[in-house]
């Protein structure tokens, strides 16, 4: 790969992707997804060399992990491709309109940001995730993936040039690069050609990344989420909540990994650790929660800013709902945190002053999740606040133009 | 000042500022307003000192007439306090709601950024009015203006913090600062207590702050606008439009500088060259131009990408939309364009091919403006994609939090 040669392309293509139609855009994901059904072998096998030169290489199993792409993985691949195909076109979009006091229509109409550039570690759903997502949102990829991936993403890039091509679309509108981290570092200087760069991985990558591109980042940090047990909540309720925000899926970032308890609810502390015990869930807990329940390991300083992503939590018990909200203000990381309550006042005191990309009431912090609140899917959870906050679907990969329509309309008074 | 010690106080204040009532903001803008016509002696004297301090370091005079603060600006500025006053308040605008399935009712809710940093050459009335918009938005904001505006902006920096004060907010919301070039580079990254920055003022300022800020910044950049008038619009219309968006403020950044004529329309090219000429206007032209009107001095390849800000226009003559849209994307800013047309398919072509953050049919460029589009005032204008695109005006300061209500929700199943 030549950074700058890439770049250029991405950026040669992203004027076609915006005005591809959006049957031309769906046939191309359709026959995405077909493809990938018909090579699922050899998507297999290159996973496979990928896999065994990792495991060669002395990789650390959660990197293996997330670098396997099996059977069931690829289903849920080809589901996703079909259902980005179904949502709606956002290109072109009118979500404002507005006739102004001297009949000028003032319009905003959403437009594709240009290229995108996404960097990630290992996982080859992402090359099929972001692809798709920028295809349809009519933006140009770059897609970066580990370079312990590299012969299944060669394959899916492989894949995606055929699928664009076969449906008259630029085959440079999705780019699966690999090459250097020199080369990477120079594509992140690519300012004139790049709109935006989105780090998906760990916390290293993601700073990596930040502090040496000349182009607009979107960070997607880690999750260090909160459940809070209000005085007074259904403690039923709350322990259900709870398990669900832990135990259902921990290892995205989106699980809870703290478990808040106002004091008046410490009565409740042995339920609630029977109850993760009973999933399998290693129990950390402060001073009170200790002196509670017998057999509860020491949560440290540290345990509150830890993202475990396993069968592990953390508990303390707080004074009240303002000393919830201290605390996740200052040791979470403002992504996804829930109150389980039954005062309205509270309820909405939690949600104004909670400093977090999502907040819920009542809810499972597993809702933190594109199809759950409506967005049909999503390409990452942003811990930015500007631009894109939370969830990024489609419209968040979309900038806008002011449309303004009129019949002749000046400002100034010119006489005949 | 202390950068990281300014940076500190801003993200302290900020906390209170995203929290504060709306009638106690528009309170303390009432207070600035008053305290400006109150202090009204004090300014100007504040100001005929920085004035004359200009002069005397023999500063150029576009930056004397961008320091100036007379009478009029002052007024001006009061009028904008009073309306950002009746704008409505941003902070916890639900601006989507989804009811789903399951329930739970998804919402998504402005809030503040946080601390804004505005960088800006002269200009004292940005001081008044980015202090407003960052105050009524309930962001914190740090301004350094110019430092040959630093009398007049000490003085207005000190009006802010009465205003602040007096309704029990924190006079941290807003710091005018000056200090040192260092200073500044020290404060651009500041990005653990900064969120924002925007940078107004000449081409050189901007890319330094873009270049050395850690922190986002969204881009304020020149205005290099067109019109084009396409074959077959009426001419009338059309040199009304021209004339307008050239005479009617000519050092806007969203005054025109180039006109192009289709081909077809060409022997209209003596009527509106004559109407420039008696408004004033010198016109330089291409070889068509030049061909159809005598002692139109030539336009040369620098012209199409010159704001010139002042009474001179550029005239070229093209073959039609097409060719007009490949000009306006090759030599212009992405700021604001019109056509003049009675084409509804080539209206709606240049509207979706032209990449500018606004485009007008058949309406004047000075219509790129808030309270002409709807916004009630604005900020600034942003040449970026990200974020904010086009006018800037109070709910381009705000970011969101996506706020679900449920009643007990969890995604598995768990039994009793």
Redesign the interface.
């Known amino acids: 790969m030549d950074a700058e040669q890439t770049a250029k392309a991405a950026r040669a293509a992203s004027a076609g992707a915006a ?1 591809a139609g959006t049957g031309q855009k769906n046939a191309a994901l359709r026959l995405m997804a077909e493809r990938l059904a018909a090579n699922r072998t050899a998507v297999l096998d290159a996973n496979a060399a990928d896999l065994a030169a990792a495991k060669e290489a002395g990789q650390p199993p959660h990197l293996i992990e997330r670098l396997r792409f099996g059977e069931k993985k690829i289903e849920s691949r080809i589901r996703c491709l079909r259902k980005i195909e179904a949502l709606p076109d956002p290109v ?1 979009q009118v979500f404002r309109s ?1 006739r ?1 006091p ?1 009949g ?1 229509e ?1 319009t905003r ?1 959403r437009v594709p ?2 290229v995108i550039l996404m960097i990630y570690e290992a996982r080859p759903h992402v090359t099929v995730n972001a692809g798709a997502f920028c295809l349809k949102s009519g933006n140009a990829a770059i897609l970066r993936g580990g370079s312990e991936a590299r012969q299944c993403n060669a394959l899916l890039g492989a894949l995606w040039r055929e699928a664009l091509r076969e449906n008259g679309l630029c085959e440079d509108a999705i780019q699966v690069v690999s090459g250097s981290h020199e080369e990477v570092d120079r594509l992140l200087r690519q300012a004139a050609y790049i ?2 760069v989105i780090p998906r991985g760990g916390k290293g990558l993601i700073q990596a990344v930040k ?1 040496k591109s ?1 182009i ?1 980042v979107i960070k997607h940090f880690e999750g260090v989420c909160h459940v809070y047990v209000d005085d007074g909540a ?1 403690i039923s ?1 709350a322990i ?2 709870a ?2 925000s832990k ?2 899926m921990p290892a995205v970032c989106n699980a809870m990994e703290t478990l808040l308890v106002a004091e008046s609810m410490a009565d409740h502390l042995p339920a609630i650790v029977e109850a993760f015990r009973a999933h399998g869930v290693a129990v950390r807990g402060c001073e009170a929660t200790r002196a509670a329940v017998p057999g509860v390991e020491p949560a440290t300083e540290d345990d509150w800013r830890t993202e475990y992503l396993d069968m592990i939590v953390s508990v303390r018990v707080v004074a009240d709902a303002g000393a919830a909200i201290a605390h996740i203000n200052t040791y979470g990381s403002h992504h996804t945190e829930s109150i389980v309550t039954d005062s309205e006042s509270r ?1 909405r005191r939690f ?3 909670v400093d ?9 912090t ?4 594109g199809e ?3 967005m049909g899917a999503e390409i990452g959870i942003s811990t ?4 894109a ?3 990024m679907g489609l419209e968040e990969l979309m ?14 008074e ?1 006489g005949a």
Chains 1, 2 share one sequence.
Not at 356 to 364: H, Y
Not at 384 to 387: C, E, S, Y
């Open positions: 005005l072109g507005d102004r001297n000028l003032a109409v940001l240009g709109d935006l502090d000349a607009p259904d309720t259900r909540i398990i669900d135990c259902l309820a949600v104004r002053e977090s990309a999502v907040v819920l009431v009542n809810g499972s597993m809702f933190c999740d759950s609140l409506g930015d606040k500007l631009h906050r939370g969830l900038s806008y133009k002011h449309v303004v329509w009129g019949s002749g309309q000046v400002m100034g010119w």
